[in-house]
């Protein structure tokens, strides 16, 4: 099992920052895949980032958008900057396991105001 919890999500004007972590813990070894999805109201979640255990990393949103890990704490991160009011949704970590087994953050929201 693996447990994820996710902070940093708040309200920022646009063209502002936030970062966004994701702390797991339980049975981190066995993650191979890190990834940020993200649900606005009234659409279905989409993929943000995605960063592999070998550190390379897969862009949805390119050019504002970067996601890194520190391996040492369990943890990625989401910086994201330039954020516009589109951008506001729930946004949810997600892992993959080398068992095959997915698992996912409670989410953190994040508001852009225009």
């Not at 995605?50 to 504002?64: E, L, P």
Request: net charge positive; proline share 3%; aromatic share 12%.
């Amino acid at each position: 099992q693996v447990q994820l919890v996710e902070s940093g999500g708040g309200l920022v004007q646009a063209g502002g920052s936030l970062r966004l972590s994701c702390a797991a813990s339980g049975s981190t070894f066995s993650i191979n895949l890190w990834g940020w999805y993200r649900q606005a109201p009234g659409k279905q979640r989409e993929p943000v980032a995605h960063i592999t255990s070998g550190g390379s990393a897969n862009y949805s949103v390119r050019g504002r958008f970067t996601i890194s890990r520190d391996n040492a704490k369990n943890t990625v991160y989401l910086q994201m900057n330039s954020l516009k009011p589109e951008d506001t949704a729930v946004y949810y970590c997600h892992v993959a396991t080398s068992w095959g087994r997915y698992y996912w953050g409670q989410g953190t929201q994040v508001t852009v105001s225009s």
